[in-house]
C-alpha cells in the first residue's frame, strides 16, 4: 500500500503530499528502502523529473530539525549520494546529457547537498559529499555548467563549515589523491571560472602552513607552484587572476584560456565597467576554448560579488572582429557579438594594441 500512495504522489508532482505520507507512515528504515527503491527505478528508466519529486520532498522535511536528524541516523545520505552517482551515466550520454529534467535534476542534488551540509553532518559524511562534488566537477563529459556548479557547491559547503569541521576535512587521507586531480585540471580545464573555482577548492582544503609542501608536489613547474603559493585568502580574487594568467601565458599556444586586457564593454548601450577593486590592474576578458565561450568580470553595484558575463558558443547568433585605428592611442580590437535572444547585443572593444 505504501509503494501505491508513494507512487501517486510522485506521478502526479506532489513532493509536499509525498513529505505528508512520509511523515504519516513514520520515518524509519522501512520507509527510507522503498524510497530508495522508487529513486533507483526512476533514475534506470529516465524519470528524472520523479526523482526530483523525491528531492523536493526531501527538502520539505529538512525544514524540522528533529526529522532530519532521523534521516540522516536511518543513512540518508547515504541514499542520496548513490542516487546522484545513478545519473554520472545518463549525464554522459550523448543522448540524454542535454536534457533538461536531467539538467534540473542534478541543479536540485547541489542545492540539497548544500542545505544537507548546513546541518550537524557527520564529517565522514560530508567528505564523501565533496568527493562526489569534485568527481563531477573533474568529468569532461559532463556538461560544462554543471562541472563548474559541482565545485562551487564544494566550496560553498566548505565555507558554511566550522574550523574544525574543515580541519577534520583537511586531514582526510580520502581527500588527497582527488585534489592532486583538482590541481592537474587546474592547468588543463580550458575555462577561467572553472579554474578559479578549482583553485578556490585547493586553497580551502589545504591549511596555509601546508601549501608550500602541497603545491610543489602537485605542480612541476616550480614556478608555477610558487604562483600558487602567492595568492593570499584575503586578496583571493585578484591574486588568482594573477595565477591563473601566469598559468596560461606559461602554456603558450597550448593553452585552453585566452587573456585579453579589455578597453571597453557594453551590453547593449549600457557600458560595464571592471569590478571596483583598486588592487585589479586591468579589465580582463576571457576566452575559453573547453566551454566555448567568452567570459568577464563586471562591478555589480547590486551585488556583495563580482558579476560576471558569459558569451556562450551556442547563444551567438553572429559576431563581427575589426580593427579600429585612433590617432592618439594606437589601435583597437573591437568584438561585437549578435546574441540569438532579440534585443541582447553584446559589444566588447577586447584588446587595445599602442
Not at 522501512?30 to 520523479?50: N, W
Not at 563531477?136 to 564544494?154: G, K, V, W
Not at 583538482?182 to 585547493?202: I, M, R
Request: contains cysteine.
Amino acid at each position: 500500500m505504501l509503494e501505491i500512495k508513494m507512487e501517486e504522489c510522485v506521478s502526479r508532482g506532489l513532493s509536499s503530499d509525498l513529505a505528508s505520507l512520509l511523515r504519516c507512515e513514520g520515518l524509519t528504515t522501512i520507509t527510507l528502502t522503498r524510497l530508495d527503491q522508487l529513486v533507483t527505478k526512476s533514475v534506470s528508466g529516465s524519470g528524472f523529473s520523479r526523482v526530483l519529486v523525491v528531492l523536493k520532498s526531501l527538502e520539505i522535511l529538512c525544514e524540522n530539525r528533529e526529522e532530519l536528524q532521523t534521516l540522516i541516523h536511518l543513512g540518508l545520505t547515504a541514499k542520496v549520494v548513490s542516487w546522484f552517482s545513478a545519473i554520472h551515466q545518463p549525464l554522459t550520454s550523448d543522448l540524454q546529457r542535454n536534457a533538461t529534467p536531467l539538467l534540473n535534476l542534478a541543479d536540485a542534488f547541489y542545492d540539497y547537498f548544500l542545505l544537507l551540509c548546513q546541518t550537524s553532518l557527520p564529517v565522514s559524511q560530508l567528505s564523501v559529499v565533496l568527493l562526489q562534488l569534485a568527481r563531477f566537477a573533474l568529468d569532461q563529459d559532463i556538461h560544462f555548467p554543471l562541472r563548474l556548479e559541482a565545485i562551487r557547491t564544494f566550496n560553498s559547503i566548505l565555507e558554511f563549515l566550522s574550523r574544525e569541521q574543515r580541519r577534520q576535512i583537511q586531514m582526510d587521507q580520502n581527500q588527497t589523491p582527488i585534489l592532486s586531480q583538482v590541481a592537474a585540471a587546474v592547468l588543463t580545464v580550458g575555462d577561467y571560472e572553472l579554474q578559479v573555482s578549482l583553485s578556490e577548492a585547493l586553497c580551502r582544503l589545504t591549511p596555509r602552513k601546508e601549501r608550500e609542501h602541497r603545491a610543489n608536489q602537485w605542480f612541476s613547474c616550480r614556478d608555477i607552484s610558487r604562483a600558487f603559493c602567492d595568492i593570499r585568502d584575503v586578496d583571493f580574487e585578484v591574486d588568482c587572476r594573477r595565477f591563473l594568467n601566469f598559468v596560461n601565458r606559461y602554456h603558450g599556444d597550448q593553452r585552453r584560456v585566452y587573456t585579453f586586457p579589455c578597453v571597453r564593454a557594453f551590453l547593449d548601450s549600457t557600458e560595464l565597467f571592471r569590478p571596483k577593486d583598486e588592487k585589479l590592474d586591468e579589465f580582463w576578458i576571457d576566452f575559453n576554448v573547453s566551454s566555448g565561450c567568452v567570459s568577464f568580470f563586471v562591478d555589480e553595484p547590486q551585488g556583495f560579488l563580482w558579476g560576471s558575463i558569459h558569451l556562450l558558443k551556442e547563444e551567438v547568433d553572429r559576431y563581427s572582429l575589426y580593427l579600429k585605428q585612433d590617432g592618439c592611442t594606437g589601435a583597437e580590437t573591437v568584438l561585437s557579438v549578435q546574441l540569438n535572444t532579440p534585443s541582447c547585443t553584446r559589444t566588447a572593444e577586447v584588446v587595445r594594441w599602442s
